[in-house]
């Protein structure tokens, strides 16, 4: 019954989603399409509690296998809300990260077993795949160094670069694991011909 379309972004910390989807939805939107712009963990108001939860500061003692729930609590209620009925109504929806990234923190970055992140997942996603997942590829640490300063630390961020550096090779390696979903972009190119490849790439499914 689906007839919309679910595109995802992936990337370490500040590699340019959400820069490029900003340009994405202009990009649909002028050609007419409907957009749904939402992102993860969030996208719904119980979704985004949860985000808050896992990110503050103050809940340093969070344990890794209580995040990673709270990650797939917070997408259940997304994907039940905004991601399904949207995608059921013909509708494209661009989503901030997804799936991938539990695998590439919760997975890669703090060493939870990834049989286990899929487990709680089916449960969660409800059947829901993208159609397609841009990699933003950039070396972690040019990464984090464009984005300091932009919107203060967080939780997460405040982690040291060998994490960063272990979601980084994480996301390496789903990129070859599933080379029909996720296209890898050179994410240290100029914004507009990233934009641009992306571009094409949607010409050819829409
Ligand atoms: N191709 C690019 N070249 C140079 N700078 C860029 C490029 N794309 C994005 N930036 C800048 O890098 C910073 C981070 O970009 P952006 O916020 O889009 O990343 P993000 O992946 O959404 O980060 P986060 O993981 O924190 O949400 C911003 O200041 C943005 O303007
Ligand atoms: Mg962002």
Redesign the pocket.
């Known amino acids: 019954m689906k007839n919309g379309k679910f595109i995802t972004f992936e990337?370490?910390?500040?590699?340019?989603?959400?820069?490029?989807i900003k340009l994405l939805e202009e990009y649909l939107k002028n050609k007419g399409y409907e957009v749904v712009l939402s992102r993860e963990p969030g996208g719904t108001k119980v979704s985004e509690l949860i985000r808050d939860l896992i990110l503050d500061p103050a809940n340093t003692e969070i344990d890794p296998l209580t995040e990673m729930i709270l990650y797939a609590a917070s997408r259940a209620q997304h994907i039940a809300q905004i991601i399904k009925p949207s995608i059921e109504a013909g509708k494209i929806v661009i989503c901030?990260r997804f799936v991938d990234s539990s695998y590439a923190y919760q997975g890669f970055g703090r060493g939870i077993d990834l049989r286990l992140i899929a487990d709680v997942n089916r449960v969660a996603i409800d059947g829901i795949s993208p159609d397609i997942t841009f990699f933003?590829d950039i070396d972690p640490e040019t990464?984090i160094k464009?984005?300091i300063n932009?919107?203060g630390a967080d939780r997460i961020?405040q982690e040291k670069l060998d994490f960063h550096k272990r979601v980084y090779e994480g996301y390496k390696k789903m990129s070859l694991l599933f080379p029909d979903r996720i296209m890898t972009i050179d994410?240290?190119?100029?914004?507009d011909e990233?934009s641009s490849q992306i571009n094409e790439y949607i010409d050819t499914i829409l």
């Open positions: 990337g370490t910390d500040g590699s340019g989603k959400t820069t490029q901030d933003l990464a464009r984005r932009a919107t961020e994410a240290e190119k100029p914004m990233i």
